[in-house]
């Protein structure tokens, strides 16, 4: 367990993120090699992975509702110094984990088939798309026990030992992805099925490690037996904090389907380019976002704690340094995109799009992080409405606009990279006025 209560906050938020940023980078590297393989397999392929990708999002909205409902509570139990409310967190967190696993894969596998019919551009692409979920959905039904247990450590202020598994899943997934996507050494290709079956290999190694630090190593909290059956009021407890974040993460894939369904009239290579250049967009962002999720378990201590002026200080200094992280992310994107994209694809269609894809949508860089922060600011504080709030607002501004746009004459695809940076740019007024507010409600409170 690491002590944030007190100590300087920037160099806490350096610690933090600094693994947190490595295991991110890696994680990055993985996802380009991964892209790189199934872009040899040609546009439909990539614009199929790409669109059942958006299913993580789903999956991601449960995890979020159980990393969340977890990391905060145990953060404020560690402030507190409750030992006790700690291992019960997390204990009612690895049962949840495995009743989400099941409900991942048997939703999973009843509704992958109608989703890839609604999004897919033609028939290659849907079933491209669906070969790559039937695959991965293992992979997706095993992230709730690395959640479970990661929200752990960064709830206790330790992040290294998640780092070192993420290290070895991701080298792990480096080495499979040429060898079941493209075949090398076995001579027996596996295409896009092969990257959904890598992923599910690697992350299942990585929650066999996982299991191995907590049995050995780890002592604040720990698998308790008699802490294993379900409890209500724990859930409740959690469900207050997770669920907000969650539904953020359901509306992220409602977003994002939208923008496949309003794009599919222009065939795969724009849906190709968007997902190279999203994909791209998110694996650059990842380093700015360790700093904002850094935040959360800053923040979650020090409000345990009942220290308002740190949780005020973590805020600031978290938004400036993923501020500046941002901006040179921006600055990097508005002067040679084309470089961040040319390894995936040759093709002159879809390098187009992506690179007009990420030149645009660049100006919302610095928004979007200081949304992440906000977002880790509202889970230290035990609110995350606000965030929900904030992220259904940003639904409904861009995806009742984007369908009206697409019945139009001359609608292009830059219509809807444009409206994104717009609509994302408002929500990040907005969120800051909601994290302003919820600052002021605690001190007065705290004053009173």
Known sequence: MRDLTTGSIPRHLVRLALPMALGMIFQTLYYLVDLWFVTRLGDAAVAGVSAAGNVQFIVMALTQVLGVGTMPLIANAVGRKDQHDANLVFNQSVVWAFVCALITLVGGFALAGPYMQAVGADEATRAAGLSYLRWYLPGLGLQFALVSMGAALRGTGIVKPTMFVQIVTVVMNIILAPVLIAGWGTGRPLGVAGAGLASSVAIAVAVLLMVVYFVRLEHYVGFR????????????????????????????????????????????????????????????????????????????????????????????????????????????????????????????????????????????????GLIFTCSGLFQALGNTVPSLISSTSRLITFAVPALLLAQRPGFRL??????????????????????NGEMRRRNRVAVG
């Open 225 to 368: 037996r008699e802490l294993l059956t379900a409890r209500r009021d724990v859930l409740m407890r959690m469900l207050r904090i997770g669920v907000p974040p969650g539904a953020e993460f359901a509306l992220m894939f409602l977003f994002t389907a939208v923008i496949y369904y309003v794009i599919r009239d222009f065939g795969s290579a724009a849906q190709a380019g968007y997902g190279i250049g999203s994909r791209v967009m998110q694996s650059i962002f990842l380093p700015a976002m360790a700093v904002a999720f850094s935040a959360a378990p800053l923040a979650g201590q020090n409000m345990g704690a009942g220290n308002m002026a740190r949780v005020r200080d973590t805020f600031r200094w978290a938004a400036i340094m993923g501020s500046l992280l941002m901006a040179l992310l921006t600055l990097l994107c508005q002067i040679r995109p084309e470089l961040l994209v040319r390894g995936f694809t040759s093709e002159a269609a879809v390098l187009v799009v992506a690179t007009d894809f990420l030149r645009t949508i660049s100006w919302n860089f610095v928004a979007s």
């Open 414 to 435: 830059r219509h809807v990279w444009v409206l994104s940076v717009v609509t994302m740019t408002v929500q990040a007024g907005f969120t800051l006025w909601l994290l």
